[in-house]
Structures are given as C-alpha cells and as structure tokens.
C-alpha cells in the first residue's frame, strides 16, 4: 500500500500504545488489533479483555501520568486528520478505535 510514511507511523504508535497499556496497566489476557483499509479511510480497532476504566474520570484527572498515553493517542490521531476514541469501562475491557481518510487512491 501506497500510506504515507506519517499515517504508518501515526497509526503504530498508536497501536503500539493501546497494546501497551493493555498489557502494563490492564491485565489483559487478550488482545486483537484490527486494521481494515478501504478506499476512503482507514480504520484501527484494539481490544482487549482487562480491567477497563472510566475514560472520563481519568482523562479528567489532576493526576498527569495516567492520561498521558491516552491523550498522546487522541492527539496522534488529529495529526493525521483522524479521530481517535477510547471505550472503555471497569470490568469491560478497553476498546481504542482510531478512523482516518484517505487520499483518493492512496492505498492503490
């Protein structure tokens, strides 16, 4: 695919992001990545099975360090012109969704 070298990169670090506090903060056991591509836009899903938490509550926080990655992540994903969202809720898992356009073509 023809995605520019700043939409790869946008949408692995953010990835690699929901991966990471799957893993460090959330217990998970599991944990799917999807991407789908289509003409128009793209689309990054990553589940997991963890603890979860309250999105609100905690991007509210005073507390900086905990909202750090997530908010790295919303604001990785206007860079690109996307938007990125957080579901999640305690004992529900955690479901970070980024949607991007494309370029007319840009995955020929």
């Known amino acids: ?9 946008v949408i692995f670090r953010i990835a690699q992001e929901a ?32 603890v979860g938490f309250n999105v609100q509550e905690t991007l509210s926080s005073s507390t900086p360090r905990p909202r750090w990655g997530l908010l790295g992540m ?7 012109g996307g938007e990125c969202q957080i579901i ?3 004992g529900a898992g955690t ?3 980024v ?3 494309l370029e007319a073509g840009a995955n020929v």
């Open 1 to 9: 695919s023809n995605l520019s070298p700043e939409l790869r990169t």
């Open 19 to 50: 991966v990471t506090n799957a893993v460090r903060h959330a217990s998970a056991t599991q944990v799917v990545i999807d991407l789908n591509i289509s003409p128009t836009s793209l689309r990054l899903q990553v589940q997991d099975d963890g």
């Open 74 to 80: 919303i604001e990785r994903a206007k860079l690109i």
């Open 88 to 90: 999640s809720q305690p």
């Open 95 to 97: 479901r970070v969704e």
């Open 99 to 101: 949607v991007a356009p």
